[in-house]
């Protein structure tokens, strides 16, 4: 059979199904006749697995089966907004407000892919997502302050605790996820004399960045020569290109250190400096503290964006919002500490219309200039 001739007959039943029922269209085109050229289911299916997340596929199959198995055993063979809200009421019983809204999204995803279903159209069901996030307050990670991570590096014994130390050093210098940290190269890490120079690659969010760790010597720290001990300690056999490695008895062994251990890491810091709730130090506390020091430095919006390596300005709005350094001085500010002439009196009054504007701000751009405009004033004042 010609590829022309193919196409006609495809064409055919491409009108046929729009004067009879599409099951009807279906079963005739299985019957009857097959692409062989085109593949065009083939090809379909690969553009549409394409939409979904490389790194999450799985996850998100894993949803839309569970929610096919729970349609199937209560006989559903239509999908409606109902039908969700009454998987997402049987869920929410057992599951948080976050872990909810994660699934509506990989749901959401999957049912347009697969059945091309329009989710965001459900407003019952969001809604109802809504009202279960009332009262909610998320678990973060707690945050390790300069003086804690200061104190650390230099009481820790290095035959213990080198590695450990050269991921902390990492991880708030680089604002780094645990996944980050282990799927660094070798390759990923320059020696420039004065400094190091660090690209993280492969991303959660695909945005590649890369950082800097300074020859300061603050306190006694030398953190230049801290990583730099830990790198000369590479065993040459070593095989792959991982630069995490296990460090044993003052010696690295060739072993590459799996991504679970990267999740205890700072609890293990937080062990050692004897602070409480060591196990809320998970494996987002060192980009956490990172994002925190750096906000708290005065920094903007902007700058927290590209350290951090985040698209939106909402992560970065909220490290400024909760900064103590921007507190203080909207603090002073409202009862006229350390404003001593006129141009201050307006930079102050400048950072407290900005923090009482920001609690009622409700466009992102509103935040961006109110937050920006906070940390302006803050400069003028300290300057």
């Not at 009807?24 to 939409?51: H, P, Q, T, W």
């Not at 909810?100 to 329009?118: E, G, P």
């Not at 060739?254 to 679970?260: D, E, L, M, T, Y």
């Not at 900064?323 to 930079?347: P, Q, R, Y």
Request: charged residues 25%.
């Amino acid at each position: 059979m010609s590829a022309s001739f193919t196409v006609d007959i495809f064409r055919c039943c491409l009108r046929l199904s729009q004067e009879v029922k599409p099951i009807r269209y279906s079963n005739f085109c299985s019957k009857y006749f097959k692409i062989e050229n085109f593949e065009l289911e083939d090809a379909v299916k690969e553009v549409m697995d394409g939409i979904l997340p490389k790194k999450s596929r799985k996850i998100y199959e894993a949803q839309y089966d569970t929610f096919v198995k729970w349609c199937c055993q209560r006989k559903l063979e239509n999908v409606n907004e109902d039908v969700l809200l009454v998987f997402f009421a049987e869920k929410s019983k057992t599951l948080s407000s976050s872990t909810l809204w994660a699934h509506y999204s990989m749901l959401k995803t999957m049912l347009n892919v697969k059945r091309n279903i329009d989710v965001s159209k459900f407003y019952k069901l969001s809604a109802f997502l809504k009202r279960k996030s009332e009262g909610y307050k998320p678990k973060k990670a707690k945050v390790l302050t300069l003086d804690q991570i200061d104190k650390f590096l230099l009481e820790a014994p290095d035959k213990d605790f080198l590695m450990i130390k050269v991921a902390l050093i990492f991880g708030v210098a680089g604002a780094c996820r645990g996944k980050e940290l282990h799927e660094l190269t070798i390759s990923d890490v320059t020696d420039m004399d004065h400094a190091l120079l660090v690209n993280v690659r492969n991303t959660k969010n695909n945005v590649d960045r890369n950082f800097i760790i300074n020859n300061s010597n603050k306190n006694g720290i030398d953190l230049i020569e801290v990583c730099r001990k830990y790198m000369a300690l590479r065993k040459p056999e070593t095989t792959h290109s991982r630069f995490f490695v296990r460090y044993e008895k003052s010696q690295c062994t060739v072993q590459a250190i799996g991504k679970n251990t990267f999740g205890k890491i700072p609890q293990k810091v937080a062990e050692y400096l004897n602070l409480p709730n060591s196990t809320l130090y998970t494996g987002h506390c060192f980009r956490r503290t990172s994002a925190s020091l750096l906000a708290d430095s005065g920094a903007s919006i902007d700058v927290l964006k590209r350290h951090g390596g985040w698209k939106s300005a909402s992560v970065a709005e909220g490290y400024i919002e909760n900064s103590i350094n921007t507190k203080k001085i909207v603090a002073d500010s409202i009862f006229g500490l350390g404003v001593g002439n006129s141009t201050e009196s307006a930079s102050a009054h400048q950072v407290c219309g900005s923090a009482v504007s920001a609690s009622s701000a409700s466009s992102t751009s509103s935040k961006n200039n109110i937050v920006q405009n906070t940390i302006d004033g803050a400069n003028r004042l300290l300057n």
